[in-house]
């Protein structure tokens, strides 16, 4: 399963990089990643109009967008879209930030496992 992820590189820039987490047969009940160590989760709603300048993750953490679609900025100028149905692992807890925003402007839910 691939999933984005938004880190800080060594100069400080947040950037957009992939990580793949592998899957294994696990018979009738479909495919199987590992154990992903995670120490809570947090349940998120947020307005139509959310826009959220520039800030860094407060910890490594998944967002798994549950409905609705944002997009988020990287301090190199990069920007992606993402809808509900799909994680984004964010790691950028030093450096320059990412920015979000909703662009359909609709509510929006999602889930944060965060991780150890």
Known sequence: MKITRVYSDSAGESRFGEIDIPLKDAGDIGRLSQRQPANGIIFRENDADYDYDWHNAPQRQFIVLLDGHIEIET?????RRFRGGEIVLVEDTTGKGHRTRNV????????????D
């Open 104 to 115: 359909d402007n609709q509510p929006r839910r999602s889930v944060f496992v965060t991780l």
């Open 75 to 79: 301090s190199d100028g990069e920007k």
